[in-house]
């Protein structure tokens, strides 16, 4: 299914300041659709096809209407005249008769979308809607509702009023990650103009008493609950946020500990103009979720620790071998030494770049750039060869697991260029490595302007077997050595069913 941004972009004619404007509403829209128990289609009028669904939530505690998804959809004949009123006359429609859908009667309410901008310091909303929002409330089953419906229904009453005019939500309110994030049946207090609750769900209720508060909320000043709480300081925790949060001034978010539990408040002032109507204050249990951020941070650092080790380990293998190089008496063995010494030091830098950072892939090329300079500086030094390395191309994003294999089997490829492929004390040398990439294959050649191959001179060495091994057997690819004019070139070719990623 495509994202809201991507609909957006191909719908709609909108600038980047509404299609971000859309994007917040959308963030939060989650609460909007738990707080009416309503589904909700965002819409945007297109040029050619009029208004098309670009958006779609359901609620998370009440059937939803929709059991297929209306994204990409038309506008259907049956609403469109109720979303070109709301969009000519800019404000909300109500429908005075059931709307029926699938043979199940629902209520339609049609709320124009405004934005504002900043202009000379202030905010302005925008002239006409930018979009418009559905909502369908389910009528089937309709019976009494319950004291927190009610609450509910008018919490999202404020807030549809208040994205009419363009004050929801709110650009100037910090990020803050939506994960774990409270959610209306998580808890929710709602509060008046002077801060005063006048309602507390009962999950709201039981997040407080954990957290030392043993009388009922209702009535009372949530400022004064927090001060009662906050007041030992040797059992809370608390940040400079908690007083614009329990006020209800600020939408801001914060985090409360207290002998064990950890509380998140999450406050969203409501207003009509100029005019305070109090807040919504959402609260979360979120104990267990900071217990496993807590155990996350410690085996971070384990990691980290155990990656610094290994590093320091495959250094000092590689240092013990090249001592033994030099202390060996037979040519035969000190190659072979100073050529594991090569290989442990190439994993060594391969290791280190990818340790920095836990992302499932990684810019192969910052690690290539390394791994090559180290190999031809060390396989240069034993011969002393002038040779140049040189990357033509780019790699782009490489899974994690495949940049080891790729970066063993082309650092083995540039240490042999430059130790077979030229003489010793040769000057003006260059190994080049050229990649190219298309949707399907990464194509890499790795090419010197060295004395070339002989004829039958591949052999089934060491190093042949290690790349041999590295190419068709870890990354799926096939590998060809070919004599040129101008030297020698080894063709590479991975196909991306592994999942490379590139980036231009």
């Not at 609909?7 to 004619?13: A, P």
């Not at 809607?129 to 369908?136: D, E, S, V």
């Amino acid at each position: 299914m495509s994202s809201v941004f991507n609909l957006l972009q191909r719908h709609g004619g909108l600038d980047e300041d509404d299609r971000e404007w859309l994007g917040l509403l959308t963030a939060d829209w989650q609460l909007l659709a738990d707080l009416a128990t309503a589904d909700l289609v965002l819409w945007v009028r297109d040029p050619e096809e009029g208004f098309v669904a670009v958006g779609q939530v359901r609620p998370s505690g009440a059937p939803t209407l929709f059991y297929r998804d209306l994204i990409g959809q038309p506008v259907r004949e049956q609403w469109e005249a109720q979303v070109l009123r709301a969009c000519e006359q800019g404000r909300t429609v109500r429908s005075t008769e059931p709307d029926w859908f699938d043979e199940i009667p629902a209520q339609l309410t049609v709320t124009p979308i405004y934005s504002t901008r900043r202009v000379n310091g202030g905010r302005e909303r925008s002239a006409n809607p930018i979009a418009i929002l559905t909502r369908h409330t389910n009528l089937a089953g309709a019976r009494q509702l319950t004291r927190q419906e009610v609450t509910f229904r008018e919490c999202s009453e404020d807030l549809f009023d208040m994205i009419e005019a363009g004050e929801f939500p709110d650009p100037d309110a910090p990020e803050f990650s939506r994960r774990g994030a409270p959610r209306a049946h998580d808890g929710l207090i709602r509060l008046n103009q002077e801060g005063i609750v006048t309602f507390a769900s009962a999950n709201a209720l039981s997040a407080m008493n954990k957290l030392g508060f043993g009388g009922e909320l209702e009535g009372e000043a949530l400022v004064d609950v927090a001060a009662m709480l906050v007041d030992d300081k040797r059992h809370v925790t608390v940040d400079e946020a908690l007083p614009l949060v329990v006020t209800g001034r600020a939408p801001w978010m914060t985090d409360v500990d207290a002998r064990g539990v950890t509380v998140t408040l999450r406050a969203i002032p409501l207003r009509r103009g100029s005019e305070r109507l109090g807040a919504i204050v959402l609260c979360r249990d979120t104990t267990d979720v900071r217990h496993q951020q807590q155990e996350l941070i410690t085996k971070d650092a384990t990691i980290r620790e155990i990656h610094h080790r290994v590093k320091n380990n495959l250094q000092t293998v590689a240092a013990l071998l090249r001592i033994q190089a030099r202390r060996a008496r037979s040519d035969e063995a000190r190659e072979a030494l100073l050529q594991a010494m090569r290989r442990v030091s190439s994993i060594a830098v391969v290791h280190d770049t990818l340790s920095g950072g836990f992302s499932q892939s990684v810019e192969f090329d910052e690690v290539f750039l390394r791994v090559m300079k180290l190999a031809t500086e060390v396989a240069s030094g034993e011969g002393g060869q002038r040779i140049r390395p040189e990357l033509q191309g780019t790699f782009g994003a490489v899974p994690s697991e495949y940049a080891t294999p790729l970066a063993l089997a082309l650092t083995e490829l540039v240490t042999n260029a430059v130790e077979h492929g030229f003489d010793a004390g040769a000057t003006g040398g260059r190994v080049i490595v050229r990649v190219d990439r298309d949707d399907e294959f990464l194509d890499i050649s790795v090419i010197d302007n060295g004395r070339g191959m002989v004829a039958g001179s591949l052999g089934n060495g060491l190093g042949t077997q290690i790349v041999r091994t590295l190419v068709e057997g870890e990354l799926g690819g096939t590998i060809d050595w070919n004599s040129t004019s101008d030297g020698t070139s080894v063709d590479i070719r991975v196909p991306k069913r592994w999942g490379v990623t590139t980036t231009s």
